[in-house]
């Protein structure tokens, strides 16, 4: 564990929907196996949202090892169109889905990520990824994006290398240890309420929901703050660290 560090400000983003949309190759993987009348049937936007819903219902079995991944996102694909009268075979969204993952590889950061990223890393905070997926899967997402450029790759914890996912905890003290970071001056940005919001929480972190598709909040933690783009979050960042570092100092929050 690098000491040093243990003082210093650290923020950790997710990467599928956070740093990039994932609307963009989902979209265009669709239109290319779907007939363009039905897809005409239902907003692109919902329809990915809807994907997003049953990936996260069945992250779970997948985890579990009662699903295997390939079976698991096919039938994210196939259940999310069934909602919207749209039924579709098993090889149809098979092609789908192998379409998806090669438009991942064309994948480019979101507006005011590169500029968030690049003020933070000069202003000293220690920066990194924390992001669910096959390890392999989400570093050539990662390649994609060129954040090695901000970020160095040892800061990149994905959940298939560590062993632990999000929402578990875990994740977020191991990458509290290998960086040489402390929970009480970490923040982690990520859209998925129950992976992200939860998950951070539970281990004693800050949390920026990254909510830019309009999500209804869920149960059980709250994020310290809601955002809706990247621009001008560095300074908002700044805030929110001076902030907890403020209610520390007078004894409102109990230092880990």
């Known amino acids: 564990m690098n000491q040093p560090n243990a003082n210093r400000k650290a923020v950790f983003f997710d990467l599928d929907d956070t740093l990039y ?20 049937k239902v907003p692109a936007a919902d329809l990915f949202r809807t994907v997003r819903k049953h990936s996260d219902e069945l992250w779970e079995p997948y985890l579990r090892g009662e699903l295997p991944l390939d079976v698991m996102r096919v039938l994210r694909i196939q259940k999310a169109f069934a909602e919207f009268d749209i039924h579709l075979e098993e090889d149809a969204c098979s092609k789908i889905q192998d379409e998806y993952l ?119 933690q709250m994020p310290e703050m809601t955002v809706t783009t990247f621009e001008g979050l560095a300074s908002r960042l700044y805030g929110l660290a001076a902030g907890r570092e403020a209610a ?8 880990e």
Request: proline letters at 5%; a negative charge.
């Open 21 to 40: 949309d994932q609307l963009i190759p989902f979209q265009t993987a669709a239109e290319r196996h779907v007939p363009g009348e039905l897809l005409a």
């Open 102 to 220: 090669a438009e991942q590889g064309r994948i480019k950061l979101l507006p005011g990520v590169a500029d968030c990223l690049i003020e933070l890393e000069r202003s000293g905070w220690t920066i990194g990824v924390i992001t669910n997926g096959p390890a392999e899967h989400q570093r050539r997402k990662a390649a994609a994006l060129q954040i090695d450029w901000f970020i160095p790759d040892e800061h990149i914890f994905i959940s298939g290398a560590v062993g632990i996912a999000k929402p578990d905890a875990r994740i977020f003290e191991h990458a509290n240890r290998v960086t040489g970071t402390r929970p009480e001056n970490s923040i982690y940005i990520g859209d998925s309420w129950a992976n992200d919001v939860v998950g951070a929480r539970v281990a004693g972190w800050q949390c920026i929901w990254y909510n830019k598709r309009n999500a209804e909040p869920g149960e059980g």
């Open 248 to 255: 520390l100092a007078e004894g409102r929050l109990k230092q």
